[in-house]
C-alpha cells in the first residue's frame, strides 16, 4: 500500500509535469526521475522473481534513478535549457554498467566489477546533487525553492548513499531483511515528503511560467514601477560591474546600498530572472556579441573578449554562447563582419 500511494504520487506529479512544463528540461528530467522511482518500488517489491525482459527494463530504470536525480539538480538549480551531453554520457555508461550486473552470473568477476562501479556510480551521482546544491545556492532568485530546496535534494541524496551503504555492507551476500525493510522506508516516506512539498509549491516558482516556445522571459513588472530596479539598470548600465567574475548578489547590494533580500526580489520581481548567472551573463554576453561584431576588434581573440566581459573560464562562456545564440562564438563573429562588410 505504502509503494502504491508513493507511485500514485508520483504519477500525479509527473501529469502535472506533462501537463504544464513539458517544454522545460528540468521538467522532463524530473518526469524521467520518477519513472526510474517507481521502477525502483516495482524491483524492490519483489514481483519479477525471475529473469524476464520486462524485469530487466524495471531494473535498467532503477539503475537510473541516481543519475537521473543528478541530472535534474543540475537542471533544476541552475534553470538550464538542456541537457550536457558529457552529464548525459556518464549517466549512460551507469545504464549500461547495470545491465551489464543483470545479465552476468553473481560470482563471476564480471559482475563482481560491474557490482561495485554500480555503487560507486550510486555515491558519485549522490555527491554530485549535494554539490550542485551547495554551489549554487546563493544564485537562487526564486525563494520559495532557494528555502526547500537544499532539505529535499539532501533528503534523496541520504536515501541514495544510505542505499548503497546497505548494499556494499552486506556484499557479497543479500542484505539483511532488517536493512532493506529500513532503507525502503526510508525512501517511501522521503517520497512522500518530497512529493508533498513539490505539489504544494507553485509551478512557477518551480519551474517558471509556462511560455511559448522562442518568446523571452518577461518581469511581473515594469522596471519603473521599482526605484531600486532603475537603479539597478542604470548602475549595471554606468559601472559595468558584471566584468567582476567574482561578483555575488551580496557583493552587488553592498555596491548599491541596498539590503540582499530585497535585490534578489527586484531581479526576480521586477527584471523576470531567476537565477543571478543568468542575470549577470545577458550584460557580459551583450558585450561580447558586441564585441564580435565590431570590425576593429577583429583580431581579438575571442577569449580575450569573454574574460574582459567577466566569464572565468572558457567552457562557461561557450555554453552560455551556444545556448543564448545557438551557434559558436566564431560563427557568430564570421556572420556579423560578413553582414557589417556587406553594409
Not at 108 to 135: C, D, K, P, Q, Y
Request: charged fraction near 20%.
Amino acid at each position: 500500500m505504502a509503494r502504491g500511494g508513493s507511485i500514485a504520487l508520483l504519477v500525479q506529479w509527473s501529469w502535472i509535469l506533462i501537463r504544464d512544463h513539458w517544454r522545460d528540461v528540468p521538467a522532463r528530467l524530473a518526469l524521467a526521475m520518477n519513472v526510474g522511482i517507481c521502477s525502483y518500488f516495482v524491483v524492490t517489491a519483489g514481483i519479477f522473481c525471475r529473469p524476464s525482459m520486462i524485469g530487466l527494463l524495471f531494473a535498467l530504470g532503477a539503475g537510473a534513478t541516481p543519475g537521473l536525480f543528478w541530472l535534474f539538480a543540475k537542471a533544476w538549480f541552475n534553470d538550464e535549457k538542456q541537457v550536457d551531453p558529457i552529464s548525459a554520457l556518464l549517466v549512460g555508461l551507469s545504464v549500461a554498467n547495470t545491465l551489464v550486473v543483470q545479465l552476468t552470473v553473481p560470482g563471476e568477476t564480471a559482475n563482481a566489477i560491474s557490482a561495485v562501479l554500480f555503487r560507486a556510480f550510486m555515491l558519485a551521482f549522490a555527491g554530485a546533487a549535494l554539490w550542485e546544491v551547495w554551489r549554487s545556492r546563493e544564485g537562487d532568485l526564486v525563494e520559495r525553492r532557494r528555502r526547500i530546496r537544499p532539505v529535499l535534494v539532501c533528503v534523496v541524496a541520504i536515501c541514495v548513499i544510505a542505499i548503497a551503504f546497505v548494499e556494499v555492507a552486506a556484499s557479497p551476500g543479500e542484505p539483511p531483511a532488517s536493512w532493506r525493510l529500513a532503507v525502503a522506508s526510508g525512501g517511501l516516506l522521503a517520497v512522500f515528503g518530497f512529493c508533498a512539498v513539490l505539489l504544494r509549491m507553485r509551478q512557477g516558482d518551480m519551474f517558471g511560467l509556462a511560455e511559448v516556445t522562442g518568446a523571452p522571459a518577461k518581469p511581473a513588472q515594469s522596471p519603473g514601477d521599482d526605484p531600486l530596479a532603475a537603479r539597478l539598470l542604470q548602475f549595471m548600465a554606468a559601472q559595468m560591474p558584471y566584468r567582476d567574475e567574482t561578483l555575488s548578489i551580496a557583493k552587488l547590494a553592498a555596491l548599491l546600498g541596498e539590503q540582499e533580500y530585497r535585490l534578489r526580489r527586484t531581479i526576480n520581481g521586477q527584471l523576470g530572472h531567476r537565477n543571478f548567472s543568468a542575470f549577470l551573463n545577458g550584460y557580459r554576453l551583450a558585450e561580447v556579441k558586441s564585441a564580435l561584431a565590431d570590425p576593429s576588434q577583429r583580431e581579438v581573440p575571442i577569449i580575450t573578449i569573454a574574460l574582459d566581459a567577466g566569464f572565468g573560464s572558457l567552457g562557461p562562456f561557450n555554453r552560455a554562447f551556444r545556448e543564448a545564440e545557438r551557434m559558436t562564438p566564431s560563427e557568430f563573429r564570421t556572420r556579423a563582419l560578413a553582414v557589417s562588410e556587406i553594409g
